[in-house]
């Protein structure tokens, strides 16, 4: 098995591999390990995000919920990396209509978290408490991920920003340090983002609530994906006015966080619907 299979494996969704994640695993091994083996099952994941399987209503609701939060932890970026690109520092190409479209996104993307925040504040409370006071910990087991790197890279943020407010040349000569420190703290961001993700994906799908648990953070998931299609559609837009300009300092960010945002927002819509539609159904 190469890599990129391997990688593509883990691409599916949390409750996908538990379900199917062996047998799956067991028929790859039988594939000839090429490219169009791992392109098969990249495709197969992001079918598998958009679409997963479900059992009921309550199963729908489930992979709506997890669905829309792991593609807001995906798509959200977007904001961030084309303000980067474009505002710090502003480029020729950053025109009146460039700010104002990423003034929108900005607006936009407080307004997902907002909403984002008060669906899981609904899952906190209806679902994650209860399995707390029921010692559930096998169930709540992969958040814990996200809870410790959730500290750590607020201890480390706390620390850079002490640093550079004690000594301001580390702006204009940073010492060996401070850069270790700076690298270090982006990849664990990275990887709580990650875990910020999949994490309560999996402990929802592993806690199984009921559809009554799920019925507001899925009334929710509409307003959630439309908001990040919106702050897609802005950041995309702005690049395409900026021009050559987007991709002068930061051509490879860029271009991923725009892919990334669109994928994850078709995504949403689809997931959010089909969630929306099972609702009504009820």
Known sequence: MTALTSLALRAYPPSFRARYGKELSGLVEDLPATSRTSIDLLYGAIRAWAQPPCHGIEGRLRATTA?????????????????????????????????????????????????????????????????????????LRPLMPTLT?????????LWLGIASNNRAEQVAHPSGLFITATVLWLIGFAAF????????????????????????PTRLT????????????????????????TLANS?????VALAVGCLASLTAIVSSS????ALRST
Not at 149 to 157: F, H, M, P, Q, R
Not at 227 to 245: E, F, H, K, N, R
Not at 274 to 277: C, Q
């Open 149 to 157: 790197l959730g500290l750590i890279e607020a201890i480390g943020l």
């Open 251 to 255: 051509a490879i960010p860029v271009a």
């Open 222 to 245: 509409a307003a959630v994906a439309l908001t990040l299609a919106a702050l897609t559609g802005c950041s995309l837009a702005a690049a395409l006015i900026a021009g050559d300009a």
């Open 67 to 139: 669905t829309t939060w792991v593609t807001w932890c995906a798509g959200f970026l977007i904001v961030p990396a084309m303000n980067r690109a474009l505002l710090d520092p502003p480029s020729a190409g950053t025109s009146s209509s460039v700010r104002t479209l990423l003034g929108i996104a900005d607006v936009l993307f407080f307004l997902g978290w907002a909403l984002v925040l008060l669906g899981a504040a609904s899952v906190v409370f209806r679902i994650v408490v209860p399995a707390v006071r029921a010692r559930a910990w096998t169930s």
């Open 274 to 277: 089909r969630g929306i539609h």
């Open 193 to 216: 983002i990650c875990c910020l993700g999949i994490g309560p994906a999996l402990a929802l799908s592993r806690l199984e609530p009921g559809a009554a648990e799920l019925r507001n």
